[in-house]
Structures are given as structure tokens and as C-alpha cells.
């Protein structure tokens, strides 16, 4: 069983696209088919709100809302493009999944998972159209789409999560499965070892965590680690290095840091 790789998505996204509809091209995890339709179906009644409502729940200013509500009504008829394409947040720039060779392509839609709010989750190759929902919104009628998504994701990972899971999900997305199922997770946070009233401390990474995490994402597939120490070589552009005295282990989890001196 490779590692799986668990991704968020990216706010920002292609638009467009060339391929057919997703019910009929198909998405992995068809198991999720009818919970994402039910989704859609929400998102759907939820865009005939005012438009203060909509702006709260998508979570964009007013000049952007008809944008977004035109392409969440289109869901289910406009067309498509892979989700590694559709995706273009900084940490999928940071990936930069068209400059990787083939055979870590393949690596690539075999490994990675990314968690949707709209979809439940997705694999790189498979079609989504334009849209905008957040996994923490609160659908009318449905609630939170990660309360929604919980116990189907769960079931469809249960077989895939079985041996290492790399969990790169912000605490938006990892609410969305039961952790547990995992054989052995492992968490990745980057630390900055900075100055402060004369001492060194180490700080939480959070502006440029995303971008952080996509060097980090090419390696897992190229090495395609299943322990944390195979990152003791690990050379991330940002200068960031594994730092093994800072590893801590609770149940089935392993919580790792990156550090960079500043």
C-alpha cells in the first residue's frame, strides 16, 4: 500500500475548462456520488439567498459573489478540467505538478487525495468544474459539509489510509475523516527558530504554510516515505530541515516539525 497524501484544496481556481460534465466523465470514490449530490443539490437552494447571505456563506467580497454563484449553479452541466489543473492556490503552484516526470505523475494521482467541501475528496485526475465551497461553510439545511462528509469519507479512505497517511490538512478539512482508521499518520507543521528579547524561540509558520507544503509534497512522492525520518536529507528550497528531537507520538499519530533559522 503506497503512503497516501492528504491535500486541501485551493481557494483560487482555473476557470473554465474543456472536459465533459463530472456525473459523466466519473470521479474517483463513486461511493461519494449521491452525498456529493445532495451537497450540489444544497449549494444549489443556498444561491437564491440575498446577496449579503451568499457572501458570508462562499466567503468573498460583493464584487466577486454573482461570479461565484453563476459558477455553483453551473456545477452540474459546466465543464471540466482535471483537479491538479483546476487548482491553483500556492500550494499547488508550489507543487507545480506539470514540471514533474511521468513516473511521478503516476506517483502523484495514486498517492494524493484532496478533500473538498463540494466533491468530499478528489484524486489530481479527476474532473471538477469551477465552484466555490468552503469545507467550514454552513450549508442551510445541511450544516458544515465536513460534518456531512465525515462518515462517507471515513468508509471510502478506510482501505487507502490503512497503511502511512502524510495528513497535510488545515483543521478545516482533517474534521472531515476519523483519523484513526489511519495505520499511522503523521502531521508535518514548519517552525521559524527566530530571535526574540534575546533568546531563540520556535514559531508557527502560517502566511507561507501552503507554499511550504507543496516542496514538501515532491518529495514524499519521489522518495514516497513512509517514516519521517527518510526526511533527514531532505534539502526544502525555504531552507527548512527535519528536525527529529522535535517529533512526538501519541496513538497512531506522529507529529513532525520542519525548522528554518531566521
Given at each position: 500500500?503506497?503512503?497516501?497524501?492528504?491535500?486541501?484544496?485551493?481557494?483560487?481556481?482555473?476557470?473554465?475548462?474543456?472536459?465533459?460534465?463530472?456525473?459523466?466523465?466519473?470521479?474517483?470514490f463513486a461511493e461519494l456520488d449521491?452525498?456529493?449530490?445532495?451537497?450540489?443539490?444544497?449549494?444549489?437552494?443556498?444561491?437564491?439567498?440575498?446577496?449579503?447571505?451568499?457572501?458570508?456563506?462562499?466567503?468573498?467580497?460583493?464584487?466577486?459573489?454573482?461570479?461565484?454563484?453563476?459558477?455553483?449553479?453551473?456545477?452540474?452541466?459546466?465543464?471540466?478540467?482535471?483537479?491538479?489543473?483546476?487548482?491553483?492556490?500556492?500550494?499547488?503552484?508550489?507543487?507545480?505538478?506539470?514540471?514533474?516526470?511521468a513516473r511521478l505523475r503516476k506517483?502523484?494521482?495514486?498517492?494524493?487525495?484532496?478533500?473538498?467541501?463540494?466533491?468530499?475528496?478528489?484524486?489530481?485526475?479527476?474532473?471538477?468544474?469551477?465552484?466555490?465551497?468552503?469545507?467550514?461553510?454552513?450549508?442551510?439545511?445541511?450544516?458544515?459539509?465536513?460534518?456531512?462528509?465525515?462518515?462517507?469519507l471515513t468508509n471510502a479512505l478506510?482501505?487507502?489510509?490503512?497503511?502511512?497517511?502524510?495528513?497535510?490538512?488545515?483543521?478545516?478539512?482533517?474534521?472531515?475523516?476519523?483519523?484513526?482508521?489511519?495505520?499511522?499518520?503523521?502531521?508535518?507543521?514548519?517552525?521559524?527558530?527566530?530571535?526574540?528579547?534575546?533568546?531563540?524561540?520556535?514559531?508557527?509558520?502560517?502566511?507561507?504554510?501552503?507554499?511550504?507544503?507543496?516542496?514538501?509534497?515532491?518529495?514524499?512522492?519521489?522518495?514516497?516515505?513512509?517514516?519521517?525520518?527518510?526526511?533527514?536529507?531532505?534539502?526544502?528550497?525555504?531552507?527548512?530541515?527535519?528536525?527529529?528531537?522535535?517529533?512526538?507520538?501519541?496513538?497512531?499519530?506522529?507529529?513532525?516539525?520542519?525548522?528554518?533559522?531566521?
Amino acid at each position: 500500500m503506497p503512503p497516501l497524501i492528504l491535500l486541501p484544496p485551493s481557494e483560487k481556481k482555473a476557470p473554465g475548462g474543456v472536459g465533459v460534465p463530472w456525473h459523466e466523465a466519473g470521479q474517483s470514490f463513486a461511493e461519494l456520488d449521491d452525498a456529493r449530490r445532495e451537497v450540489i443539490a444544497a449549494l444549489d437552494d443556498a444561491m437564491g439567498a440575498p446577496l449579503e447571505a451568499r457572501a458570508k456563506l462562499l466567503g468573498v467580497g460583493a464584487a466577486n459573489v454573482e461570479r461565484a454563484t453563476i459558477a455553483n449553479r453551473r456545477v452540474d452541466t459546466a465543464p471540466t478540467l482535471p483537479a491538479i489543473v483546476r487548482y491553483t492556490g500556492v500550494l499547488y503552484d508550489a507543487l507545480d505538478a506539470e514540471s514533474l516526470p511521468a513516473r511521478l505523475r503516476k506517483r502523484l494521482d495514486e498517492q494524493v487525495v484532496i478533500f473538498s467541501g463540494l466533491w468530499g475528496a478528489v484524486r489530481p485526475s479527476d474532473p471538477i468544474p469551477d465552484y466555490k465551497l468552503k469545507m467550514g461553510a454552513a450549508l442551510p439545511d445541511l450544516g458544515k459539509p465536513s460534518r456531512c462528509w465525515k462518515p462517507h469519507l471515513t468508509n471510502a479512505l478506510s482501505a487507502a489510509a490503512s497503511g502511512t497517511v502524510w495528513d497535510l490538512l488545515p483543521n478545516e478539512h482533517a474534521v472531515a475523516w476519523d483519523p484513526t482508521i489511519a495505520g499511522h499518520r503523521i502531521r508535518a507543521r514548519f517552525l521559524d527558530d527566530v530571535e526574540k528579547n534575546g533568546d531563540r524561540t520556535l514559531v508557527a509558520v502560517s502566511h507561507w504554510n501552503k507554499l511550504l507544503k507543496g516542496a514538501l509534497v515532491r518529495h514524499l512522492l519521489e522518495h514516497r516515505l513512509d517514516e519521517p525520518d527518510g526526511l533527514v536529507d531532505f534539502a526544502h528550497p525555504q531552507g527548512y530541515t527535519y528536525r527529529p528531537d522535535l517529533t512526538t507520538t501519541s496513538g497512531n499519530t506522529t507529529d513532525i516539525a520542519l525548522v528554518s533559522v531566521r
